[in-house]
């Protein structure tokens, strides 16, 4: 068999087992109890602490005293750890704006200290027994005070193109509206976790649940004052992740360092779900305005909008998530002339941070928003208003990066419109509405441009290192972790790929920062661009070094050629690296090339209201979207289906509230647990689901021309928004613009349908 070396990015072999619809690599370990998480290594590691925090009941105040004695009194109680303590630097972000342990509380639940015990009992009760004392301070919880105060931090960029003033000048149609949009819960299923140990040279060894394991070695030495060679973090895998390991695990797996560092044994950290809910950071509410143009025929002239996100106490993510949203208000719609504000405010919150679509979502909404607001009053379908408004060939974002392959766009819309019989339904619905008085459907089209890279250039490069045994198995460790999304199934495909050998013979190590250093964050839908396209480099490696010895072996089996290899004392191992090209980006101009690429895709949403109570069912959905040539089929399906359910509950029914009264209890998150936050679960499923991959949508220039699934799909749930609009409006007259809060939970509906009532 002749094997291609050193073969184009995304050339495919015909006998490729990318393409090929396999399971999750850990799916029969997952269903059966047997896959390890960071906290099932506990148990197998003798001698361990745990860790409980100290949590402070203010949103805002100064520490004035932290007695610790009384926890030493407690039984089990081994050291309580402080700011004294830190021997390097008491920061955990990396903007050093995120004290370790501070001295000035910044939300309601901020830990000020941690306490370590023989059992997380022991702990528990010793937190319970250190005496903290406060002076409280005022708090801001919405971005609304916060715009009020002018609180604001970071950068305050702006993004521009033409000049939105003429363009609005000349609109024939004028709009002007405010569109806010709550947060959202990570509710992962494994809580933030992390177990450290001390060898007898010093070396730290952290097990984590990261998406970042490079970055918390980063934090983890810094915060000890050593180098980063004397720390070691591994993911063996996350019970989930969505954005919010990215940086949110940092401390804590300082503060299990730490406390090994100073104690001589393991220390656990495993916060409780309420601990979690409470101190660590979720996707970023929004606040928007907006001055919207329209011509004569419906199409966009120019657009004016401030984009105010609601960063929390520390800037964690909030910059690039900024820049994302700005760069994604256009989704995909051509609009000559366009200016766009963005600040973050500073809340006494938890700091906000990465969420599956990083800003992406929240600037989709302002559009999608602006679009089903006004098409009742320029007197068209907002699927006609929104399909009259796409890209086409040749033309830009306001950021300078030309829109490549609009047509695949067109084609998505196109082909679900069809398999969705969206005209027959529509008049149906129409009939439907006209019949019944007290409940109403809705059915709607929204599609999605999705740009794929990092925002900051230097993150967009991978690293794998390929390991070929003299037995001919192979193993492969890369830079990406794995969070339940099926990232290593795609990785074994890659290898076994590029090295043209049964997929049984390549297995996969955890992720491990000395075997592969100075890593991106498994995030920004990246992660398979990027590794794979560093574990095809790695295999190829080792194919340019093995072909001389296949030539003079004529055609030799796999093993043959190994171990021949082997005794000619050729090299069978190769560190790998990618990096992605032509990219760039200024973000004082916010100008640039951004993207390796778009990801597109179109969703079809009808849903039904009861006009008693605003609740809802979602009847059926319909989604066609553009994975590229899929490197793994059934994942790609399931994280399209996922991702969409995880859209739809942030649009819907998740509805995070802090307690904004003047009471005691000011800044207390009391969505904290899965009672009083609700999650998608299987009653919320669309009645029928029907997802297609776009197909002849080969992507050059990425690894065997696939294209990123993660965070493209979340997008696709504005149709479950803009639908629940559509059976709103039918509750009122034609031309009815109806407003519908963010997340749209039955109660909003309710508000919503009622207005339209009174309109008529």
Known sequence: MTTIVGSPLSHRPDDAVVGTPLPHESAALHVTGRALYTDDLVGRTSNVLHAHPVQAPHAHATVTGLDVAAAYDVPGVVRVLTAADVPGVNDAGVKHDEPLFPSEVMFHGHAVCWV??????????????????????????????????????????????????????????????????AGQEHFYLETHCSLALVDENGQIFVQSSTQHPAETQEIVA?????????????????????????????????????????????????????????????????????????????????????????????????????????????????????????????????????????????????IEDILGRCAPALGLDPAELRRRNFYVEGQATPYGQPVRHPGRL????????????????????????????????????????????????????????????????????????????????????????????????????????????????????????LNGGAVKDACEQILARLAPVRDRLGDPSWEELVAAAYRERVQLWAAGFYKTEGLSWDATTMTGHPFKYFAYGAAVTEVEVDGFTGGYTTRRVDIVHDVGDSLSPLVDLGQIEGGFVQGAGWLTLEDLRWDVSDGPGRGRLATQAASTYKLPSFSELPERFHVALLEEAHEDGVVYGSKAVGEPPLMLALSVREALRDACGAFGPAGHSVELASPATPEAVYWALTAARGAS
């Open 116 to 181: 370590l015990g023989e059992s997380l009992e022991a702990a528990r009760r010793g937190a319970a027994a250190v005496e903290a004392t406060y002076a409280p301070l005022p708090a801001l919880l919405t971005v609304e005070e916060a715009i009020a105060a002018q609180s604001f931090q970071g950068a305050r960029p702006t993004l521009a193109r033409g000049d939105s003033a003429a363009g609005l000048a000349r609109s024939a149609r004028v709009f002007e509206g405010v569109t806010s949009m």
């Open 222 to 366: 810094h915060v000890l004052g050593l180098p980063s060679h004397a720390v070691t973090v591994q993911c063996l895998r996350m019970g989930g992740g969505f954005g919010g390991k990215e940086m949110q695990p940092h401390g804590l797996a300082a503060v299990a360092a730490l406390g090994a560092t100073l104690t001589g044994r393991p220390v656990r950290l495993r916060l409780t779900r309420a601990q979690d809910m409470t101190m660590t950071g979720k996707r970023h509410g929004f606040h928007a305005t907006w001055t919207a143009g329209f011509d004569a025929d419906g199409r966009f002239t120019a657009l004016e909008a401030t984009l105010t996100s609601d960063g929390g106490w520390s800037l964690d993510l909030s910059e690039p998530v900024l820049f994302r949203a700005m760069c994604h208000v256009d989704n995909a719609y051509w609009i000559p002339d366009v200016t766009v504000h963005g600040r973050i405010a500073r809340t006494h919150k938890t700091s906000q941070t990465a969420f599956r679509g990083f800003g992406g979502p929240q600037g989709m909404l302002v």
């Open 410 to 529: 067109a084609a998505a819309w196109e082909q679900v419109t069809a398999t969705s019989s969206l005209a027959d339904r529509r008049a149906e619905i129409d009939r439907w509405n006209g019949r019944e008085r007290h409940r109403k459907r809705g059915i709607a089209i929204t599609p999605v441009k999705f740009g794929i890279s990092f925002n900051l250039t230097a993150f967009n490069q991978g690293g794998a290192l390929v390991h070929v045994y003299k037995d001919g198995s192979v193993l492969v460790t890369h830079g990406g972790t794995e969070m339940g999304q099926g990232l290593h199934t795609k990785m074994l495909q890659v290898a076994a790929t590029a090295l043209r050998v049964p997929l049984g013979r390549v297995r996969l190590a955890p992720t491990r920062t000395d075997k592969v250093p100075n890593t991106s964050a498994t995030a920004a839908s990246a992660s398979a661009d």
